[in-house]
């Protein structure tokens, strides 16, 4: 039997690797988080190292990436400079990575702190016993019953960030009369103003899980979870905002409404997932399979408005620069913007009273207040269900292989809902840019079905489209552990399916707009493998390499999909290809890695939509052949100096730079016209901006023998650049301008923000009462020096002036000065 398992093991195995070398004509990719990844707490201090040595990851925790997840984060580092669909985060095996994005949002199980904190993770390319996984890794979340503790805790923190007050519990059973086990938690976390004014939110989350335990072969897991959360959200700005209000933190999302603060842009979403596992254990062999569904809503609430002045408070034309050549009016609006409050927050009342203003008659005969401003919400809903499966086989002492399948089905529906009519009765559904440019009142419907149909609160309108993405991808792995060296190769195959399926028939688009469109099909392949050299039983080598292909993202395969079908010309799989090598020492003294790396994504697609200046209209900007590359060094020191104190040291130094000169099409939103083709970016070694490329941490702890220990890191962020507006470096950009001009240098310059630094202090006592009863209390105080000057998001608008680069300056966010977290819990 064991030699049979053994076979069929090496027959997937063998199949994949076959598979992954088929030819295939394919697709691309497109783009705010890296999940962290750390490694269990378990130290390895065996000092045998005349016989079998043991593996590098069993149980060593990384102190590069703990300080890079949680002292870095706050400058948004990330690790190798990875964007997060490179993470796979799957949760018992299931992907859970947004199909349309590839982004994993950790939101959706946001306060289940206790309940989520079973993780088992892989490094970069080391091998994974649930997948195949990205080049970043995998952070698989183990949901069973029956691995938690008994014992229930209850939680409350205090904090000044985006929430003040958090209260959690969590209760588990652990495993009774050897049949059953559950565990429910549930939170809240609130702030009636966080960190920034006019922000609020209001979260809560809830967690169930059970197991039946059948036999020593079969046990049985249900799950479900869920994060209702609303919050309101800052805004990013220019720096000439900040500078009139002497805020960095100046956020234009709200004002007040009656006396209390009301902010436009409220973040609402809600989306579950219920999750079935079986566990399958026989001996040298088990198989998990697991399905989910996940379903729920998720939105954000904007302004929109018709025929009246724009509303946002930041809006360039309302800045003083946009009056320096008006002596009067520039110190006027610089009075404004210093000394009035209202004049730079969101006027809620002007709203209402253009609304209750505006009598006018709409076809049919009805007659009344036709809104001018409203509040919408653009809706990201879905319904998706997937399927896992995973078998591992211990063929014989040295061999492991592992197989597994993953499918998904996924239909996410993009729409826009009237969230209020701010005193008015309803809102025309028309594309107002489209009703400037054409005079055929058909061509300005957002649905020809129903031609100027009045909406109110809660219909649908603007947009109406489902995005159906398809995946099935199958792995296989083999794993080798030997005396002086462990190695492993691993092969995935997968096929990805998308189309659109358009709700409205949209005037401009008549023909492409409604129903199911073509589907796109793509077949993608990864190979990687690793090798581990043990010098001793402290001291390690490894190195790891692979090459994946990987399917576009559906938000960056077509042109304008809120509105119609036209599928990105040219579209082809990305190419992935990376490496590494690693000195390791885990010793009982000092552990430490030093990691050198290497990557290069080839062939990606970058697609965005804004307004552009010169063609005066809504444009979709697609750039084709993005190819970047990121080298760079970690290094991480963990030294326990005496049996209480300990200190640390952690470094990251990268290059991540654009390595080609991507193609850019750009087509007009409002019809089929494609306003240039075949246009050049020069942006070879353009650095990628918007996170800093270095960082490094030093750190001490002191661990008292009564149970108390306090701490602090002092941290540096440097060589971080400003994201760059591809547009800008062009040969069109540059037309009539020479080289001795100073908007040349402007046009062309990548900002280089200033480097900073922070520093984190942290202290913690615990109590046990009664040999059964414990108490926890830990405060931690970040950025305690309250630098207020580091920027962590920074970005040249898409939209500008190649004639007076200044009327639309880059826009910046800053890292929260000294902000605390205070944790009490007791537990029994």
């Known amino acids: 039997m064991r030699k049979i398992q053994g076979l069929a093991f090496l027959f997937l195995f063998a199949a994949t690797i076959a598979s992954g070398q088929t030819d295939t004509t394919t697709v691309a990719t497109g783009e705010e988080f890296v999940p962290v990844i750390t490694l269990s707490a378990t130290d390895f201090e065996s000092d045998d190292e005349a016989h079998n040595i043991s593996g590098l990851l069993q149980g060593s925790r990384d102190i590069f990436l703990s300080t ?7 400058a948004r580092f990330r690790v190798r400079g990875y964007d997060s669909e490179n993470s796979s985060v799957l949760i018992n095996g299931l992907t859970v990575n947004d199909p349309e994005t590839g982004r994993a949002y950790y939101s959706t199980w946001g306060g289940l702190n206790d309940a989520m904190r079973n993780t088992v993770n892989s490094i970069g390319l080391a091998a994974s016993e649930y997948a195949f996984g990205g080049f970043a890794g995998v952070n698989n979340i183990e949901l069973r019953a029956s691995q938690y503790r008994p014992d229930t805790r209850i939680t409350y923190s205090s904090a000044n960030r985006n929430y003040r007050n958090r209260a959690m519990f969590i209760h588990s059973t652990g495993l009774v009369d050897d049949k059953w086990a559950m565990t429910i938690s549930g939170s809240k976390r609130w702030a009636n103003e966080g960190y920034v004014e006019g922000t609020f939110y209001d979260a809560y989350a809830y967690f169930f899980a059970a197991e039946r335990k059948f036999n020593d072969n079969h046990s049985l897991g249900f799950t479900v979870f869920g994060a209702p959360m609303r919050s309101g959200r800052s805004g990013l700005s220019v720096q000439e905002a900040y500078d009139l209000t002497g805020n960095q933190y100046y956020n234009p999302n709200w004002g007040y409404q009656n006396g209390e603060a009301r902010n436009a842009r409220v973040n609402n979403h809600h989306k579950p997932m219920i999750l079935l596992t079986h566990f399958g254990d026989f001996g040298n062999t088990t198989i998990n399979t697991s399905v989910a569904y996940s379903f729920g809503r998720g939105g954000n609430t904007a302004l929109n408005w018709y025929d009246a002045a724009d509303p946002r408070p930041d809006y360039y034309r309302y800045l003083p620069s946009y009056w320096e050549n008006d002596e ?3 110190g006027y609006v610089t009075n404004l913007w210093q000394n009035d409050e209202e004049h730079r927050q969101l006027d809620w009342h002007s709203f209402y009273n253009a609304n209750s203003k505006n009598m006018y008659g709409a076809p049919g005969g009805i007659v009344g207040n036709r809104s001018k401003y409203i509040l919408e919400e653009r809706r990201n809903d879905h319904n998706h269900w997937t399927l896992n499966s995973v078998a591992r086989n211990q063929l ?9 399948l993953d499918v998904s089905i996924f239909k996410g529906s993009q729409f826009k809902v009237i969230n209020d009519l701010l005193g008015g009765d309803w809102w025309l559904d028309i594309d107002q840019f489209a009703e400037r440019d054409f005079a055929d009142e058909d061509l300005y419907q957002n649905d020809i079905r129903n031609p100027n149909r009045l909406v109110q609160v809660g219909d649908r309108f603007g947009y109406d489209f489902t995005a159906n993405i398809n995946k099935a991808a199958v792995f296989a792995q083999s794993e080798f552990n030997y005396a002086k060296v462990d190695f492993f190769v691993a092969a995935s195959l997968s096929n990805s399916q998308f189309w659109r399926t358009g709700n409205m028939q949209n005037g401009r688009f008549p023909e492409n ?14 190979v990687k493998g690793g090798l581990t050299y043990k010098i001793t039983g402290r001291h390690y080598i490894d190195f790891n390499a692979g090459y994946q292909t990987r399917a576009p993202y559906f938000r960056d395969s077509y042109i304008s999909s809120r509105v119609r079908d036209h599928v990105v010309d040219g579209l082809k799989s990305e190419q992935i290809l990376a490496t590494d090598l690693s000195y390791i020492v885990r010793a009982p003294i000092i552990k430490s890695r030093l990691t050198v790396y290497y990557s290069e994504n080839r062939d990606q697609t970058w697609n965005r939509s804004f307004y552009h200046e010169g063609y005066r209209t809504f444009i979709n900007y697609i750039m084709t052949d993005v190819d970047t590359r990121n080298v760079g060094a970690e290094l991480g020191v963990e030294i326990n100096v005496t049996p209480n104190w300990s200190v640390n040291a952690v470094g990251a130094w990268g290059h991540y730079t654009y390595n080609s000169r991507p193609n850019v099409t750009i087509a007009r939103d409002n019809d089929f016209e494609m306003l240039a083709e075949n246009r050049t970016v020069y942006f070879e070694n353009f650095l990628i901006g918007g996170f800093p490329q270095m960082a490094g941490s030093i750190g001490a702890r002191y661990n008292a023998p009564k149970y108390w220990f306090i701490g602090a890191n002092f941290n540096y962020f440097g060589k971080t650049y400003i994201d760059a507006n591809p547009d800008r470096r062009t040969e069109e950009a540059l037309d009539g301008l020479v080289e001795s001009d100073p908007q040349w240098d402007q046009m062309l310059d990548q900002q280089k923000m200033n480097d900073g630094y922070t520093l984190d202090v942290f202290v913690g ?8 009863y414990f108490i926890r209390a830990n405060l931690s105080v970040s950025n305690a020096l309250n630098n207020k000057e580091l920027t962590v998001i920074a970005f040249e608008q898409l939209r500008y002036d190649n004639r007076d680069i200044e009327r639309f300056p880059p826009k910046y966010a800053y890292m929260y000065g000294a902000n605390y977290f205070l944790n009490l819990s007791f537990s029994f």
């Not at 014989?396 to 597994?404: A, E, P, Q």
């Not at 707009?513 to 793509?522: P, T």
Request: aromatic letters at 22%; zero cysteines.
């Open 68 to 74: 890079a997840g949680y002292t870095f984060g706050a």
């Open 328 to 330: 009067y009016m520039f």
């Open 396 to 404: 014989n002492s040295n061999i492991m292989l592992t197989g597994g």
């Open 513 to 526: 707009s409604y129903g199911n469109s073509e589907k796109q099909s793509f077949y993608n392949y990864g």
């Open 765 to 772: 006592k615990s109590w046990r009462i009664a040999r059964k």
